[in-house]
């Protein structure tokens, strides 16, 4: 018996150039799923434009309106069921979330980090990687855990780092990967692909 198609929610913060190229690979017929809906956690995010403008559902659910957090995650969590959201996918969402989000969705959530986890999570990964002076960095997508960028690992690829970066030249190098290498986490989760035990992330 075929699998049901997997509907595919997208959290997004800002810019979400991710996002598009996950919206491309699913037009494009590499990812076999749809994206039900794109949020943002503040209305002005770009990425609700750009999604809006392909046609995906985008709405705004603003972490100001909410005193607590649980609270936000509770309007997230209804806002992502409402449209039968099966695979929650963060891109350059920029919020922690709590034992009750994780715990709704659990093995269901990925993340793209823009270093080589488990080195330099956190929101300045970029100015992290050039202050310590390390040669290389890249970026991971992952499984969302209750901490900090600390799930599973599914992919990581790398760059170099070089003599004379900026945060802005380094951040590009990364997100040119980022671009390629998301798109394929996700094709192999909606494949079927990914056999999980405890930190471990088979490729079958
Ligand atoms: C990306 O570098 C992502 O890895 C990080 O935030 C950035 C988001 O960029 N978490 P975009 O919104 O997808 O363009």
Do not use: W
């Not at 190229?21 to 770009?46: W, Y």
């Not at 990687?129 to 690992?153: N, P, Q, R, W």
């Not at 990364?174 to 035990?197: F, K, N």
């Amino acid at each position: 018996m075929a699998n049901k198609r997997e509907k595919i929610g997208i959290l997004c913060s800002g810019r979400g150039s991710n996002m598009e190229s996950i919206q491309k690979a699913v037009a494009s017929g590499q990812i076999k799923a749809d994206i039900a809906v794109v949020i943002a956690d503040k209305p002005e995010a770009k990425a609700l434009e750009k999604a809006a403008a392909v046609g995906i559902p985008s709405v705004a659910v603003d972490r100001k309106a909410y005193a607590e957090r649980e609270d936000f995650e509770r309007a997230l969590i209804k806002a992502l069921d409402e449209e039968g959201v099966t695979l929650v996918v963060l891109a350059g969402f920029m919020r922690l979330l709590s034992p009750l989000f994780v715990g709704h969705y659990r093995g269901r959530i990925l993340n793209i980090h823009p270093s080589l986890l488990p080195s330099f999570g956190g929101a300045h990964a970029h100015r992290d990687v050039l202050d310590y002076g390390v040669k290389v960095s890249g970026c991971t997508i992952h499984f969302v855990d209750e901490g900090m960028d600390s799930g599973a690992i599914i992919l990581q690829a790398s760059v170099p780092v070089l003599d004379g970066d900026t945060e802005d030249t380094l951040a590009a190098r990364v997100l040119e990967q980022e671009h390629i290498l998301y798109p394929r986490a996700i094709e192999l989760y909606v494949d079927g692909r990914l056999e999980v035990e405890g930190r471990q992330v088979k490729i079958k």
